[in-house]
Nanobody, 130 residues
Framework: QVQLVEPGGGLVQPGGPLRLSCAAS????????IGWFRQSPGKAREAVTC??????????YYAESVKGRVTISNDYRANTVYLEMNSLTPEDTAVYYC?????????????????????WGQGTQVTVSS
């Protein structure tokens, strides 16, 4: 069964760090791009970052709103992609989702195109508050 699972999330103190994981099953990461998106109440789901597949060179994209605070990485042995974010603010409060796109789609140097992701995790709530 092809799926993505995102454990983690929860309550984070302002200024604190966050690490989310996206565990893939039913497929291997080598031939797929993985993207992280987030959605706040009343807002559209927005791209945070993405990582191209190994066969596409593993290049990354970061949204301007998080550039410099976010790192995306993967562990092929664990078949898992990680999102690390620091200096969190209440504006980072959202449900965070990871998604999968076929190699060569979804994740580009200048954008992450949500419509091209075909498998999504269930999402995990992150709340930044003191």
């Amino acid at each position: 069964q092809v799926q993505l699972v995102e454990p983690g999330g929860g309550l984070v103190q302002p200024g604190g760090p966050l690490r989310l994981s996206c565990a893939a099953s039913g497929f291997t990461l080598d031939h797929y791009a993985i993207g992280w998106f987030r959605q706040s109440p009343g807002k559209a789901r927005e791209a945070v970052t993405c990582l191209m597949s190994r066969v596409s060179g593993e290049r990354t994209y970061y949204a301007e709103s998080v550039k410099g605070r976010v790192t995306i990485s993967n562990d092929y042995r664990a078949n898992t992609v990680y999102l690390e974010m620091n200096s969190l603010t209440p504006e980072d409060t959202a449900v965070y989702y990871c998604g999968r796109a076929d190699s060569g789609y979804g994740c580009y140097a200048s954008k992450s195109r949500r419509s091209e992701y075909d498998v999504w995790g269930q999402g995990t709530q992150v709340t930044v508050s003191s």
